[in-house]
């Protein structure tokens, strides 16, 4: 600020300054003060996070006022808003009000009696913890990836690898699908790779956590036989059906369906044998016989025909006297069932896991019976009441619970798509109102622990809603005696995002720690226009406390999944960079994901960090013609720059 400056501003407001002064000075007390109310849990942290938690006291302070008008002033003087004072909340206000005393000619405020963290420690602080939880950052780029594993990368060593080589930071293996032996091949494939490129790669396990899903909902055992048709509906192209003895014989190429079939029946099959059958439709079909090999054959149908349990296949050029002319199909397994609910709809929630049903109605079309669908866990039934929310399927269908009693829970479906939602089985249940009495450790959970202490760097604790869930993974991982992993907190409830202050000064306690963003099951929790908010105040928070957080679900989903990315996916990667990881999920094309990512992460480095834009020179501004004469064309002003100065050259 130049003199001139700072004499306008004096004539301009002097009062305005002593008030604002007065505001500020004011507003610093309170914070201090709110600070020492919290001075138990403060002493309680581990001391590489001493500062950091004690910064978190102080910004939860500062966020209990409505700072707006009180920036909109001191915006007006050209003087730092506090917009960006997470991580070092003191040292913000404190030159703020050094600055306000300098224009109101006042002494110099006295010096504070702790000292607080300030811009260059915070950065440092967040970067230290940071790479203690998530590795090294890649040459390049800071903000880390990491990778949910798919099943195959347990025998894969080339998956793993070209997923480290493109930029992998982070491998994550999801404990609520595999198992142990698995985990443990996919560690060791992750172990040689990091050997052949001289890289390094963090193991982070998932707990599965109490996942609320629906019970059974099994469908027909019923087998479809379709041929391949094009526009007009002409065969181009016969179903192979799998003709097998025993059910659990697997066909060697691709078959559109298998059917178990009596041995001694299968071995009197020829190449060119008809047989003819009544589909459940009471459709007369027929099946030729392609290919007969030692494992079984190979048998073409020409129409579409549904088959079932005990359907006849019948020899046709087989005598009618011959014993081995007919032949039964075996036991098929049953496709998954699905209910259909409209707004409008009742659906009860039963406390046992019988298979669910649909709903029956009369001629009239009146409903007789609700459909109905079992719990995984009853035990809610005694934490939720009657008025509160209830979600299925990530949001698909919502409703509202209108009563409760000791066997079943009453739903009054409110949100379905039109022309009604589907919901099967094994499906997530989300009660956002409710106040659920569900630990974040599962029996399942606790098995899993001795494993993932062995062998994970760090351990991501699901469907984390409380200080005491943090506390109770310390002390199990405590007593299994092996080197602590680094322990993440998954965000992903209601409760859990209201409690996310006490849980980070538990976590604290801990010598290593972070956040990770749940966003799929917190934007149902939540409602989904509430998320972008939501995640906003958690980056804040943990950014105050200096603890690194994971961006996490349907980053690139599109990409990864169907290999094609959506442009609302990429603006979305992108906002990752505020994290300091990002997290893929798997899918056909992660590879293809993570390339793509990395690009998106490295470009963004340069414009953005945190809060903060980065101003770098404007490539687009530079190549604007000088001259006003020479008129606005834009796209002429582009074209007139040599290739390796264009901005699309550009590797930022």
């Not at 919290?38 to 950091?52: K, M, V, W």
């Amino acid at each position: 600020m130049t003199a001139d400056q700072g004499s306008g501003l004096r004539s301009a407001g002097g009062s305005d300054i002593k008030a604002l002064l007065e505001e500020l000075a004011s507003l610093r007390e309170c914070i201090v003060a709110d600070a020492a109310k919290s001075q138990a849990p403060l002493e309680a942290t581990h001391p590489s996070y001493r500062d950091s938690a004690r910064n978190l006291l102080h910004y939860l302070g500062l966020r209990r006022h409505d700072l707006r008008p009180l920036q909109l002033r001191l915006a007006a003087l050209g003087l730092s808003s506090l917009g960006r004072a997470e991580s070092h909340v003191l040292a913000t206000v404190d030159a703020v009000l050094d600055v306000l005393h300098r224009l109101a000619r006042l002494p110099p405020q006295p010096p504070s009696q702790e000292t607080p963290v300030d811009f260059a420690k915070g950065e440092r602080l967040l970067a230290e913890h940071t790479e203690a939880l998530l590795g090294r950052a890649t040459h390049g780029r800071v903000v880390r990836i990491m990778v949910t594993m798919p099943s195959e990368a347990a025998h894969d060593q080339i998956l793993v690898r070209k997923l480290l080589q493109q930029g992998m930071d982070c491998m994550r293996i999801n404990c609520a699908h595999d198992d142990a032996a698995t985990w443990l091949r996919m560690i060791e494939q992750l172990r040689r790779a990091e050997h052949a490129l001289g890289r390094s790669c963090r193991v982070v396990m998932d707990l599965a956590g109490p996942k609320l899903r629906t019970g059974p909902m099994p469908g027909p055992a019923v087998v479809r036989v379709r041929p391949l048709r094009d526009a007009f509906g002409r065969v181009t192209a016969p179903a192979r059906v799998w003709l097998s003895a025993a059910t659990s014989a697997s066909p060697p190429a691709p078959a559109d369906a298998c059917l178990p079939v009596p041995g001694p029946w299968l071995a009197g099959l020829r190449a060119g044998e008809e047989l003819s059958f009544t589909d459940a439709r009471d459709a007369q079909r027929c099946l030729v016989v392609a290919d007969v090999t030692e494992a079984g054959c190979w048998a073409e149908a020409s129409a579409t025909a549904y088959i079932v349990q005990g359907t006849v296949l019948r020899r046709t050029s087989v005598p009618a006297r011959d014993e081995l002319r007919d032949a039964a199909v075996g036991e098929l397994p049953a496709v998954a069932g699905a209910l259909r609910l409209h707004d409008g709809d009742t659906l009860v929630l039963t406390r046992d896991l019988r298979p669910g049903r649909a709903a029956t109605l009369d001629s009239a079309g009146r409903v007789l019976t609700p459909a109905q669908i079992g719990c995984t866990m009853p035990e809610v039934f005694e934490d939720v009441r009657s008025g509160e929310s209830i979600w299925f399927d990530d949001g698909k269908i919502g409703g509202v619970i209108e009563s409760v009693d000791s066997g079943e829970v009453r739903v009054r479906v409110t949100h379905a798509r039109p022309g009604g939602a589907k919901l099967g089985a094994d499906k997530g249940i989300n009660l956002p109102d409710s106040q659920l009495r569900l630990g974040a450790l599962s029996e399942k959970d606790l098995e899993d622990l001795d494993f993932v202490a062995r062998h994970a760097d760090v351990v991501e604790l699901s469907f984390a809603n409380s200080a005491r869930d943090v506390e109770l993974l310390q002390q199990h991982l405590a007593s299994l005696g092996h080197r602590p992993p680094a322990v993440v907190l998954k965000i992903e409830t209601r409760r859990g995002f209201e409690s996310l202050p006490d849980m980070l000064l538990a976590a604290m306690r801990w010598p290593c720690c972070g956040v990770m963003i749940a966003r799929g099951d917190l934007a149902v929790e939540c409602g989904f226009e509430r998320l972008a908010e939501v995640q906003e105040e958690i980056l804040w928070i943990c950014e105050a406390a200096h603890v690194p957080v994971i961006w996490a679900t349907q980053v690139l989903e599109t990409l990864a999944k169907k290999g094609v990315p959506s442009r609302a996916e990429i603006t979305d990667a992108a906002m990752g960079h505020r994290a300091e990881c990002v997290m893929l999920n798997k899918g056909p094309h992660v590879l293809s994901a993570v390339t793509v990512l990395d690009d998106i992460l490295r470009r963004m480095q340069a414009h953005q960090a945190k809060k903060r834009a980065m101003l770098r020179q404007l490539r687009l501004a530079c190549a604007l013609p000088s001259d006003p004469h020479l008129g606005s064309d834009l796209y002429g002003a582009l074209a007139s720059v040599p290739l390796a100065e264009h901005p699309s050259a550009s590797g930022d």
